[in-house]
């Protein structure tokens, strides 16, 4: 089992900026793709960006792309999500997700364990 735990959410105002943070317990954290979802109320959750387990390669939905980074700190066990120039269409519950593999992951089915969630809300 993975437990993961994210962190970071809150209320900021268009063109701000938030840093997410997930951490991960249970296993041995290096050997998960990491990634980054978010839902919006009424919406369906799509991923945002995912990270291979040695930080290598990444991937970006088009909607984010320039604007946030993710990353990962394989000794803290840790993956983050910068997020820049936000606006308020960015608004969604986010989630990050691990699955033990060795690339790319970027859909929710991919996905073997969950984190509960960080709210971000952004206001125009």
């Known amino acids: 089992q993975v437990q993961l735990v994210e962190s970071g959410g809150g209320l900021v105002q268009a063109g701000g900026s938030l840093r997410l943070s997930c951490a991960a317990s249970g296993r041995t954290f290096s050997n998960y793709a990491m990634g980054w979802f978010r839902q919006a109320p009424g919406k369906e959750r799509d991923v945002v960006a995912a990270?291979?387990?040695?930080?290598?390669?990444?991937y970006y939905a088009d909607s984010v792309k320039g604007r946030f980074t993710i990353s990962r700190d394989n000794v803290k066990n840790t993956v983050y999500l910068q997020m820049n120039s936000l606006t308020p269409q960015d608004t969604a519950v986010y989630y990050c997700?691990?699955?033990?593999?060795?690339?790319?992951?970027?859909?929710?089915?991919?996905?073997?364990?969950w984190g509960q969630g960080t709210q971000v809300t952004v206001s125009s």
């Open positions: 997700a691990a699955r033990f593999y060795t690339g790319v992951l970027a859909t929710t089915r991919d996905y073997d364990y």
């Open positions: 990270i291979s387990r040695n930080g290598d390669n990444t």
